[in-house]
């Protein structure tokens, strides 16, 4: 257990966030643990890790159970062509990570003769109920047994022998019937679950916040966000910038989703139910097809107690930086309201929960200690400089043979070399040791280069349209009195 | 009443998920099944052993599998006034060890008034553990003679007597 709750300690360490921020994203440890373990074991894909975080926090429509419905159908599918003698048959389909992806299912199942009632029809498995049945994909059973080894295995197993006994009440008669009595049990489960550990109100009243704050508009601009969080900060709620623009990021990906839902919920028709889910998981699978954030976390949980590629605080401006995907790009001056004062705002909430420590909240409030946009531009400047220094110096290490290549590249090779010696950094002494730590977050490290370029040139950009020091100027004022306003109380105690 | 702001915090919470990395584990839940639903004398694997030898969270997951699969199980026995115990309830079986005679082994008896008959005992104690086959019941009655030859057998007789051992019936 040990082991664990540091792995989670350091885990919020690398992305910035205290415990509470983590509470007010909507879910628990428990839960993240719980998808987590999951996700990593059975090496989902990016987008059925978001189908399945999806499925759990409830955001599916127009029927939120319909996973579960699956799920218990094609269990009873399962056991039925498998010929199943007990539940912990469907255990050992449901946790097999030999099973998590559409091809090793198909060639492990469509060889296997049909029982009556359930078979295989070429594209993924059928339950015959004497009507139309019930199917799913080779890809759809991926995903479901995925949510198999969820429900069987979240909370630290705390539910296993429950569900496994609901397993064997199913085997005993995989029919339609049983399926659906399943079901019911299933979807009540995992309703409790999000009960336990998705604190979804909070979140829920944010964002109607938000829709009542646009007023039917789809789409808002870098101030209308400001505004928001000022009409929030004045009325009480004090949430971070960060938290607020974070839920803006939300609202952009999801708003192509919004004004349908009722007409949703009253459509009968399957085909529209599926254009909906098709959307649900494309919207979200833009935002987490690949983020910096997280590429920056796989860069660094996959160094080799090895060469500082990056420092602390380069670490910490970078997850600054490229925490708001994809504002980062799209909406510079949002990222760098977050970066200079959504800062100076967490350092009050820091003082205010410790009770002490550093500057006072008054002189805090100030927003003395905020960086300037300019400074910013310019860290992000360095911080794009230095990435491409390190890719050019990834090269020189894993290109060894260059005789065949032409002169330039050799020439840009040779620099990074001499380059590489010029390093005063620990790790980058032993040249062994040091390609091995880039070959290990290569990837990586190109993505984070190429996301820090982006930043660079959308501050660029936004320099030319809004002159920074004066916008810095402005923004100060504004963040200085809504801080001073929200936290008189403290300030003056 | 609209139903998009429950959609977006749903959403939301979703993509928080997304970014969560997974606690470092030794043992997944495939491998520690695996070794649960594992035949008497098959192959293990041993990083599952000495993880389960090791690492108190990963022994719990395991137990609460085998509790979830098994017929019977008690995690201690009543203790004897001598500290041994050669009887002991598990659930509805009852499980005697009649001692060496002569030329024959200690012998484990296994009633049970249950329709169903275990066909495996698996039994823990501190961070020992054993598995055996029990055979086919006749007349409702286990036997299985723990011959002292097989180190197992000899192994599970004398850890049987502990009260502390905790017993699975499969």
């Not at chain 1, 950009?461 to 100027?473: C, D, G, I, W």
Request: with cysteine; hydrophobic share 50%.
């Amino acid at each position: 257990m040990a082991g664990q709750t540091i792995s989670m300690r350091d885990l919020k360490a690398l992305q910035g966030l205290a415990p509470r921020e983590r509470m007010s994203g909507g879910y628990d440890e428990r839960c993240a643990a719980d998808l987590a373990i999951v996700g990593e074991g059975r090496d989902l894909s990016r987008e059925d890790r978001a189908w399945l975080a999806r499925v759990v926090t409830g955001a599916v429509r127009p029927n939120r159970d319909k996973p579960l419905w699956d799920l218990a159908h094609a269990l009873a599918a399962l056991a039925r062509l498998r010929g199943c003698r007990d539940g912990r048959d469907l255990i050992t389909l449901a946790l097999d990570p030999g099973l998590a992806r559409a091809d090793a299912i198909e060639a492990r199942l469509s060889a296997v003769s049909a029982e009556a009632g359930a078979a295989t029809d070429g594209r993924g498995l059928v339950l015959r109920d004497g009507g139309e049945g019930w199917r799913t994909t080779w890809s759809g059973l991926a995903r479901l047994l995925a949510l198999a080894e969820f429900v069987l295995t979240s909370e630290d197993l705390g539910h296993f022998a429950t569900i496994s006994g609901w397993f064997d009440e199913l085997v005993t008669g995989p029919d339609p019937d049983a399926a659906a009595f399943l079901a019911k049990r299933l979807a009540r489960h995992l309703a409790a679950y999000r009960n336990a550990h998705l604190p979804l109100a909070p979140l829920e009243r944010r964002f109607r916040a938000i829709l009542g704050f646009l007023d039917g508009r789809r789409s808002f601009v870098d101030d209308d966000i400001l505004d928001f969080w000022r009409n929030e900060m004045a009325t009480g709620e004090r949430p971070g910038f960060r938290t607020v623009a974070e839920h803006f990021v939300t609202f952009e990906a999801a708003s192509g989703l919004l004004g349908g839902l009722e007409s949703l919920a009253a459509a009968s028709s399957l085909d529209a139910a599926e254009g909906w889910e098709e959307r649900l998981d494309a919207s979200l699978a833009d935002l987490a097809a690949s983020e910096p954030a997280e590429a920056l976390a796989a860069l660094l949980s996959d160094l080799p107690d090895g060469p500082k590629i990056l420092t602390g605080a380069e670490r910490d401006d970078l997850a600054d930086f490229l925490r708001l995907e994809p504002f980062h790009r799209t909406r510079p001056l949002t990222a760098l309201r977050a970066a200079s004062f959504g800062r100076v705002q967490s350092g009050i909430a820091n003082r205010l929960r410790r009770g002490g420590g550093g500057a006072d909240v008054a002189q805090r409030a100030s927003c003395a200690e905020a960086e300037s946009y300019a400074a910013l531009r310019e860290r992000a400047g360095s911080l794009a400089t230095h990435l491409a220094r390190m890719l050019k110096i990834a090269a020189a290490l894993r290109i060894a043979d260059r005789d065949e290549l032409p002169v330039e590249a050799r020439a840009a090779l040779e620099a990074a070399e001499a380059d590489l010696r010029r390093v005063r950094r620990a790790g980058f002494e032993d040249r062994a040791r040091l390609a091995a730590g880039f070959a290990a977050v290569d990837a990586t490290l190109v993505r984070l280069a190429e996301e820090t370029g982006r930043l660079e040139q959308a501050l660029a950009t936004l320099a030319r349209q809004r002159p920074l020091e004066p916008a810095f100027a402005a923004d100060l004022e504004i963040f200085a009195r809504a801080f001073a306003t929200a936290y008189a109380g403290e300030a003056a105690a | 009443m609209s139903d998009e702001g429950r959609m977006l915090a749903e959403i939301h919470a979703a993509r928080g998920l997304m970014r969560v990395s997974a606690p470092a584990r030794t043992v997944g839940h495939s491998a520690l099944w695996a070794h649960a639903t594992r035949e008497p004398g098959e192959p293990v694997d041993f990083s599952v052993v000495r993880a389960l030898r090791t690492d108190l969270d990963t022994a719990q997951r395991y137990r609460t599998m085998l509790g979830a699969q098994a017929l019977a199980y008690a995690p201690v026995a009543a203790a004897a006034s001598d500290g041994a115990i050669a009887r002991r309830r598990i659930g509805a079986f009852e499980l005697e060890i009649l001692p060496a005679d002569g030329d024959a082994p200690p012998l484990l008896v296994l009633r049970g008034t249950e329709a169903k008959t275990p066909r495996m005992i698996e039994a823990w104690l501190g961070d020992e553990m054993v598995r055996l086959d029990l055979g086919a019941p006749a007349d409702g009655t286990i036997l299985l003679a723990l011959d002292p030859a097989v180190p197992d057998a000899l192994e599970l007789g004398r850890m049987l007597r502990d009260p502390a051992c905790a017993v699975f019936l499969l």
